[in-house]
């Protein structure tokens, strides 16, 4: 799902912040895209993970 | 007679309930200890002493009528402070939540101890909403290990471990998304369960992670353990995460062994990542229940990457609105993981929810062969308060993320955990093992707990330096 040579965390933190309704400053921006590396890093057993096509997400809404 | 402190909760509910001791002694004489000795482990953060005397006296009066008391009669016990305790501001372990009113009423759990008459003491320290496994909380201080102050007492329910170690309550009620009860339990050296995600309700507590949040006791004693566990089960319609379950009990077959059971040891993942000494006690365990198979679940790293996926992106979502307004008053600790979780595209959340589809379903698999599976719970023992990365076997890893290494692919899907404590694991700290279930299970894991107890494998008294 994700190319951790290619991700690029600073770019997208500063494009996703306000998609988010969060702003930062250039420093908030570096130190938030650190802690997303290691998201991807400590997430890229399951993000790199080969799903059955017919799967479902495990949340079953019970209404 | 034995100090109260070090008594056993089924033992302190029996002397309250034939008069030999009242409810309100026992209360006042937890009430003094807490006054004398929480400062070395900062477990409380509120101490509702007004309430314990009112509820033990409630619970005296009771006996005087000749009414039941309750199987906790006088036992005194203490919540995480994300649960509603009717009349305390529910701080969830933040600095933000300070605005909140006092709670109007009490968690459903803490209620469900209360009509079972145990006596409330007070609120109990936390890693900030619940995200992390060290409880150094900047706001209210660290919690110290009862074994060795200098070290964590675990986390997130760091207070609610260190608070029965420490001999200061018989009882603790605390949660767990990732580890949060079985982490504390491991590395204070007591007794957790972690339930089937929804057997227990969460209602009257804050959420961190509700797609993973479960609650669960802390105690010393397997039938402690039982008791308090039993006390909590009951329907509330007000957490629709909660199973349509009976109640099943588990004290009543407690002391029934494990004949017929079959109990595997998993590796693979579980054996990795570890300390000697954690997986030593890993073997004392497994050869004490007589294990007959190593059994991996390949996919739990897998698993565990998505209950980290998954957290960061629900806790973040939970708390986006003061995460937009007041990022500072967030935990430094955990801020930045939470404001990059609040960056996690939704094809990452919803690929990694069906990973952990994907894993239950193998899960299921080895659960038609076994009924117990075994592992460690945290992959060392308590470490020094305020270290920042685990070096362990030529593997450098962040320290606050990675005790979860072993608990999380388990809560992942939601399957129950006992947590027993093996003393001196490393020759002075104990550590805790998990005893994993196949979903409502609970009694077998109790089971195999009390034989692990009655064999001397497992104990656990209060922290030498606290008896």
Known sequence: MIDPAKFDPVAYVTAAAPAMGLSFTPERVQIVAEALALVVRIGAPALSYKLPPDSEPAPVFIP | ?467
Request: hydrophobic letters at 45%.
């Open chain 2, 1 to 467: 007679m034995t100090e109260l402190h070090t008594m056993s909760a089924t033992e302190l509910a029996r002397l309250v309930r034939q008069r030999t001791l009242s409810a309100t002694e026992v209360a006042k004489s937890a009430l003094a200890r807490i006054a004398s000795r929480n400062a070395e482990v900062n477990a409380f953060t509120e101490v509702t002493e007004t309430r314990a005397l009112a509820d033990a006296a409630a619970v005296d009066a009771k006996i005087a009528r000749g009414d039941d008391p309750g199987m906790l009669a006088g036992v005194p016990f203490a919540a995480k402070n994300l649960f509603d305790i009717t009349g305390t501001v529910t701080l969830a372990g933040s600095k933000i939540e300070q605005r909140r009113a006092p709670a109007a009423k009490d968690a459903f759990a803490v209620a469900r101890w209360h009509e079972a008459g145990a006596v409330c003491l007070g609120a109990l320290n936390m890693d900030e909403y619940a995200y992390g496994f060290t409880t150094e909380n900047s706001h209210y201080g660290a919690c110290h290990n009862p074994h060795d102050l200098t070290r964590i007492a675990g986390g997130s329910s760091g207070g609610s471990g260190a608070a029965v170690a420490a001999g200061l309550v018989q009882i603790s009620l605390g949660t767990d998304t990732n580890g949060s009860i079985r982490v504390p339990a491991s590395v204070n050296g007591i007794f957790g369960i972690k339930p089937t995600y929804g057997r227990l309700s969460r209602g009257g507590s804050v959420l961190f992670c509700p797609s993973l949040d479960h609650i669960g006791p802390f105690a010393r004693s397997t039938a402690d353990l039982a008791v308090a566990y039993d006390s909590l089960q009951g329907d509330d319609p007000h957490d629709h995460a909660q199973a349509a379950r009976p109640v099943e009990r588990v004290l009543r077959t407690l002391s029934t062994g494990i004949g017929g059971m079959r109990t595997a040891r998993l590796v693979g993942h579980f054996e990795e990542h570890g300390t000697r000494e954690v997986q030593n006690a890993a073997t004392t365990v497994a050869q004490a229940l007589g294990v007959a198979a190593h059994v991996e679940l390949p996919d739990a790293a897998a698993a565990r990457a998505a209950a980290f996926l998954i957290t960061s992106a629900e806790a973040a979502q939970m708390r986006l609105p003061d995460l937009r307004t007041r990022p500072d008053d967030f935990e430094p600790l955990s801020r930045d993981r939470m404001l990059a979780g609040a960056m996690i595209p939704a094809q990452w959340l919803l690929h990694a929810q069906r990973v952990r589809a994907v894993f239950r379903d193998q899960a299921w698999d080895l659960f038609r062969n076994w009924d117990i599976l075994i592992a460690p719970a945290t992959p060392t023992v308590a470490t020094p308060i305020g270290q920042d990365w685990l070096e362990i076997e030529g593997e450098r890893t962040p320290l606050r993320p990675s005790f979860g290494v072993y608990t999380q692919p388990i809560s992942c899907i939601g399957l129950p955990v006992l947590t027993v404590p093996i003393q001196n694991a490393d020759g002075r700290l104990p550590v805790g093992i998990q005893l994993i279930g196949a979903p409502w299970t609970e009694s077998l894991l109790f089971r195999a707990a009390a034989v692990l107890e009655e064999a001397g494998i497992c104990a656990a008294p209060v922290a030498p330096n606290f008896q």
